[in-house]
């Protein structure tokens, strides 16, 4: 079988228009023919005589203007053109609004339907006009003097506009007065008023509004129920606001979720906490959703104002179950169990793994083992709270952290479960500790538990870390001698560490001897190879592996293209990337967002921000949300163009969509606002990042040193060597150097010497330079 071709010819991506060219002549393509102009004596007239200096006042221009609409009005009763003309004319300063009512009355009889229909434009353009709102509420009171009535719409627009440009208070009076004479209102008008009245504390006056609805004749919509409940909760009034809660339902409308919150909030506040919760319930049946955080933290903090914290952490637990995980759970339910605690009430082992899981999932570890430790000698811990923590803390480098909670848990006479092993296993091959991991592997058959497939996997990731290939390749020996069964995940997993050993070359032999041994590869694992034979720059030995994919009936997937795509791109063709772009689309595989970013990172790093831009365009088009990667590319893209204020607004933007920032964003903002020479900017970002618990590396040190040490504040650049020691980030040698540089010309030559020796105690190997840069001892 012929595998299918993997490049196909195609036209380029980047039109040779820009596309604000291409949508200006979309636009006028698409543009609908212009309606035929108006009588030519119409047109002069209103050329002219609203184009006079503003001396000439008087009843010259309203004359001209009565003239020109009965001109109108007779050759084309039904025409917009009329309404062209009362708008410049009522946006013209020149004509007083007394006097354009009268005006248009001129032309056309009061009690007509014609004259309803112009003074309502007239009374709309005025009201929407950014202007004095005086001029509206002139205006309609001439046209009530002449006995003309505008109808609903513009009545509400003049509603908005005294809302907006006086008060709620001139509002809610002519909105009386509306009603005084009889005029005609609908729910709208209600709405705005109501609003207005709400927005200006006149909650009261809100609700008298609803009330007298039903006698007027008027049925409220949604938004009027939304409003007057808001009022209501407002004035604290819990039974009128669970009345027309009901009513609302009764009339067929369905309530939205902040409607019920501020139901349950209010009776929350005065303390009827167990309708609270039965609402709580009622909404959850009648709407079919699950407690969202709002709600579930109002009802906990009703539970524990009135001294019901299990029933808070119950809420907690269904919250948490249901899958409400938003911010602000947490902290909620931490501060619970502290009051709990205080108040000499111990959650359950259950209500409490809770807590510590969803701090775990904010990491917020810090409190998670500060709670840990208030009733770490109760007994409430059991082998999975303490598993749960260790399985972070190791995940996340904090090794030390995860030895302290492995010690605790044995003093504590708590057996690990394999599980538990696994997890402190993992934080060891994580911190590239493999001599403490081995120790802890062979401790294992003796607690009885015999490494299975998931150890020997975990050791071999820890090897494979260190770029010590044989040995975890050693381990698989070892599995087929104690009849460990191997399977697919462990086989990929070599596979894909003799890629990342940079010993790509041996991919074909060793692939092989798995083959003979039963293994059948799969769609991941030629992924790994041909990702492998991409990193190393061997475009070549990747297509024939496609091949070999191809001709064993294996189908590509997005992630063999992705990786094709970014070598593509990482060897500069970008048009064998972009036509591999359209071959996907062809054979409808939608690129995800790593094939896109591929494009945007060659892009920066060529400081072609243009096309970078376009092709986050084309990812937004797609539907695709950009990750940390994409923002990371552009934040690269502009520091190396010191376009710091550009690259700052990509970090804005990322933490607007609520996108975590990593270590290597922080730390490339960090290096671009130090070589740009603001520091302090620089510090900030280092206190956000710590503050977010996101940990620094060696790059982020040295950025910072080399900017401490460029702005003379050398104290403060050896204070970050404590830092990076409470953080557990082993200094480099460029940092070292740049330290000792800096006390050479500072003419502190025993600093120097004894950071030289601090830097050998370290295990940090000094280099050349440094030695350059040191002064011979007499001893040279």
Same mark, same amino acid.
């Given at each position: 079988?012929?595998?299918?071709?993997?490049?196909?010819?195609?036209?380029?991506?980047?039109?040779?228009?820009?596309?604000?060219?291409?949508?200006?002549?979309?636009?006028?393509?698409?543009?609908?023919?212009?309606?035929?102009?108006?009588?030519?004596?119409?047109?002069?007239?209103?050329?002219?005589?609203?184009?006079?200096?503003?001396?000439?006042?008087?009843?010259?221009?309203?004359?001209?203007?009565?003239?020109?609409?009965?001109?109108?009005?007779?050759?084309?009763? *039904?025409?917009?053109?009329?309404?062209?003309?009362?708008?410049?004319?009522?946006?013209?300063?020149?004509?007083?609004?007394?006097?354009?009512?009268?005006?248009?009355?001129?032309?056309?009889?009061?009690?007509?339907?014609?004259?309803?229909?112009?003074?309502?434009?007239?009374?709309?353009?005025?009201?929407?006009?950014?202007?004095?709102?005086?001029?509206?509420?002139?205006?309609?009171?001439?046209?009530?003097?002449?006995?003309?009535?505008?109808?609903?719409?513009?009545?509400?627009?003049?509603?908005?506009?005294?809302?907006?440009?006086?008060?709620?208070?001139?509002?809610?009076?002519?909105?009386?007065?509306?009603?005084?004479?009889?005029?005609?209102?609908?729910?709208?008008?209600?709405?705005?008023?109501?609003?207005?009245?709400?927005?200006?504390?006149?909650?009261?006056?809100?609700?008298?509004?609803?009330?007298?609805?039903?006698?007027?004749?008027?049925?409220?919509?949604?938004?009027?129920?939304?409003?007057?409940?808001?009022?209501?909760?407002?004035?604290?009034?819990?039974?009128?606001?669970?009345?027309?809660?009901?009513?609302?339902?009764?009339?067929?409308?369905?309530?939205?979720?902040?409607?019920?919150?501020?139901?349950?909030?209010?009776?929350?506040?005065?303390?009827?906490?167990?309708?609270?919760?039965?609402?709580?319930?009622?909404?959850?049946?009648?709407?079919?959703?699950?407690?969202?955080?709002?709600?579930?933290?109002?009802?906990?903090?009703?539970?524990?104002?009135?001294?019901?914290?299990?029933?808070?952490? *119950?809420?907690?637990?269904?919250?948490?179950?249901?899958?409400?995980?938003?911010?602000?759970?947490?902290?909620?339910?931490?501060?619970?169990?502290?009051?709990?605690?205080?108040?000499?009430?111990?959650?359950?082992?259950?209500?409490?793994?809770?807590?510590?899981?969803?701090?775990?999932?904010?990491?917020?570890?810090?409190?998670?083992?500060?709670? !840990?430790?208030?009733?770490?000698?109760?007994?409430?811990?059991?082998? !999975?709270?303490?598993?749960?923590?260790?399985?972070?803390?190791?995940?996340?480098?904090?090794?030390?952290?995860?030895?302290?909670?492995?010690?605790?848990?044995?003093?504590?006479?708590?057996?690990?479960?394999?599980?538990?092993?696994?997890?402190?296993?993992?934080?060891?091959?994580?911190?590239?500790?493999?001599?403490?991991?081995?120790?802890?592997?062979?401790?294992?058959?003796?607690?009885?538990?015999?490494?299975?497939?998931?150890?020997?996997?975990?050791?071999?990731?820890?090897?494979?870390?260190?770029?010590?290939? *044989?040995?975890?390749?050693?381990?698989?020996?070892?599995?087929?001698?104690?009849?460990?069964?191997?399977?697919?995940?462990?086989?990929?997993?070599?596979?894909?560490?003799?890629?990342?050993?940079?010993?790509?070359?041996?991919?074909?032999?060793?692939?092989?001897?798995?083959?003979?041994?039963?293994?059948?590869?799969?769609?991941?694992?030629?992924?790994?190879?041909?990702?492998?034979?991409?990193?190393?720059?061997?475009?070549?030995?990747?297509?024939?592996?496609?091949?070999?994919?191809?001709?064993?009936?294996?189908?590509?997937?997005?992630?063999?293209?992705?990786?094709?795509?970014?070598?593509?791109?990482?060897?500069?063709?970008? *048009?064998?990337?972009?036509?591999?772009?359209?071959?996907?689309?062809?054979?409808?595989?939608?690129?995800?967002?790593?094939?896109?970013?591929?494009?945007?990172?060659? !892009?920066?790093?060529?400081?072609?921000?243009?096309?970078?831009?376009?092709?986050?365009?084309?990812?937004?088009?797609?539907?695709?949300?950009?990750?940390?990667?994409?923002?990371?590319?552009?934040?690269?893209?502009?520091?190396?163009?010191?376009?710091?204020?550009?690259?700052?607004?990509?970090?804005?933007?990322?933490?607007?969509?609520?996108?975590?920032?990593?270590?290597?964003?922080?730390?490339?903002?960090?290096?671009?606002?130090?070589?740009?020479?603001?520091?302090?900017?620089?510090?900030?970002?280092?206190?956000?990042?710590?503050?977010?618990?996101?940990?620094?590396?060696?790059?982020?040190?040295?950025?910072?040193?080399?900017?401490?040490?460029?702005?003379?504040?050398?104290?403060?650049?050896?204070?970050?060597?404590?830092?990076?020691?409470?953080?557990?980030?082993?200094?480099?040698?460029?940092?070292?150097?740049?330290?000792?540089?800096?006390?050479?010309?500072?003419?502190?030559?025993?600093?120097?010497?004894?950071?030289?020796?601090?830097?050998?105690?370290?295990?940090?190997?000094?280099?050349?330079?440094?030695?350059?840069?040191?002064?011979?001892?007499?001893?040279?």
């Amino acid at each position: 079988m012929r595998p299918p071709r993997l490049l196909a010819a195609a036209s380029s991506l980047f039109p040779r228009r820009s596309l604000n060219t291409a949508a200006a002549a979309a636009t006028s393509t698409a543009a609908p023919s212009s309606p035929a102009p108006p009588p030519q004596s119409a047109a002069q007239l209103l050329s002219t005589q609203f184009a006079r200096p503003s001396a000439a006042r008087g009843h010259g221009v309203a004359d001209d203007l009565a003239s020109s609409l009965r001109a109108l009005l007779a050759s084309s009763p *039904d025409g917009p053109h009329a309404f062209h003309l009362l708008r410049a004319a009522a946006l013209d300063t020149r004509l007083p609004p007394n006097e354009l009512v009268d005006a248009v009355l001129s032309a056309a009889d009061a009690g007509s339907p014609a004259a309803v229909t112009l003074l309502s434009h007239v009374l709309t353009c005025l009201s929407r006009a950014a202007r004095n709102r005086a001029a509206a509420a002139a205006a309609y009171s001439r046209m009530v003097k002449r006995g003309v009535v505008p109808d609903a719409k513009s009545r509400t627009d003049l509603l908005v506009a005294t809302a907006r440009g006086a008060s709620a208070a001139d509002a809610l009076t002519l909105f009386d007065e509306m009603r005084c004479r009889g005029y005609y209102a609908d729910a709208k008008m209600d709405d705005v008023v109501m609003r207005a009245c709400v927005g200006g504390g006149m909650h009261g006056d809100a609700v008298r509004l609803f009330d007298e609805m039903a006698g007027a004749g008027v049925k409220p919509d949604e938004r009027v129920y939304a409003i007057t409940i808001t009022g209501l909760c407002k004035l604290r009034d819990a039974d009128r606001a669970v009345q027309v809660l009901g009513k609302m339902m009764e009339a067929g409308l369905k309530p939205r979720d902040f409607m019920y919150n501020s139901v349950v909030g209010v009776l929350v506040k005065v303390g009827r906490m167990d309708e609270a919760l039965r609402l709580k319930d009622q909404m959850l049946l009648a709407t079919g959703k699950k407690m969202d955080v709002i709600l579930a933290t109002t009802l906990m903090h009703g539970c524990c104002l009135h001294g019901e914290i299990g029933k808070a952490l *119950d809420l907690f637990d269904e919250a948490v179950r249901d899958g409400c995980d938003a911010e602000g759970m947490t902290d909620e339910a931490y501060k619970l169990c502290h009051q709990m605690i205080e108040q000499g009430l111990l959650p359950s082992t259950y209500e409490f793994n809770l807590v510590i899981k969803g701090l775990l999932r904010d990491k917020q570890w810090k409190d998670a083992i500060a709670l !840990f430790d208030l009733v770490v000698d109760t007994g409430v811990p059991d082998v !999975f709270t303490y598993g749960c923590l260790i399985h972070w803390l190791s995940k996340h480098c904090k090794l030390h952290e995860a030895v302290n909670l492995w010690d605790k848990m044995k003093e504590a006479g708590v057996k690990p479960s394999i599980a538990t092993y696994h997890s402190l296993l993992l934080g060891y091959c994580e911190k590239g500790c493999m001599d403490e991991a081995l120790k802890l592997y062979s401790e294992m058959p003796g607690k009885g538990y015999p490494p299975n497939e998931v150890t020997y996997t975990t050791l071999m990731k820890g090897y494979i870390k260190k770029k010590a290939f *044989d040995k975890a390749y050693a381990l698989l020996n070892e599995m087929h001698q104690n009849g460990v069964s191997c399977g697919e995940y462990t086989y990929n997993i070599l596979i894909n560490g003799l890629c990342m050993a940079d010993r790509v070359c041996e991919v074909d032999e060793i692939l092989k001897r798995f083959l003979s041994e039963g293994f059948v590869p799969t769609t991941m694992t030629y992924n790994s190879i041909i990702n492998g034979f991409v990193k190393a720059g061997m475009m070549g030995s990747a297509l024939a592996m496609y091949r070999q994919m191809c001709e064993k009936g294996i189908t590509p997937n997005i992630v063999t293209y992705t990786s094709f795509i970014d070598g593509y791109c990482r060897t500069n063709c970008c *048009d064998l990337a972009v036509k591999l772009l359209i071959y996907m689309r062809r054979n409808g595989i939608q690129p995800d967002i790593a094939a896109y970013n591929a494009f945007i990172n060659m !892009f920066c790093k060529q400081g072609d921000m243009s096309h970078a831009l376009h092709f986050l365009v084309l990812l937004l088009k797609d539907g695709l949300t950009p990750d940390v990667t994409v923002y990371n590319s552009f934040v690269t893209g502009y520091k190396n163009l010191k376009m710091m204020t550009e690259a700052s607004k990509f970090y804005y933007s990322m933490i607007k969509q609520r996108i975590v920032a990593d270590t290597e964003i922080y730390t490339t903002l960090i290096d671009g606002f130090s070589k740009v020479g603001n520091v302090a900017f620089a510090l900030e970002l280092y206190s956000e990042m710590l503050a977010n618990h996101n940990i620094p590396d060696d790059k982020t040190f040295t950025a910072l040193t080399h900017s401490l040490c460029r702005s003379g504040d050398i104290d403060g650049a050896k204070r970050l060597l404590d830092d990076m020691r409470r953080l557990d980030v082993c200094p480099n040698t460029v940092t070292y150097n740049m330290l000792i540089n800096a006390h050479i010309r500072d003419g502190k030559l025993q600093e120097a010497f004894q950071l030289h020796d601090k830097m050998l105690s370290s295990g940090v190997v000094p280099d050349d330079t440094t030695y350059n840069i040191l002064p011979p001892t007499s001893n040279s």
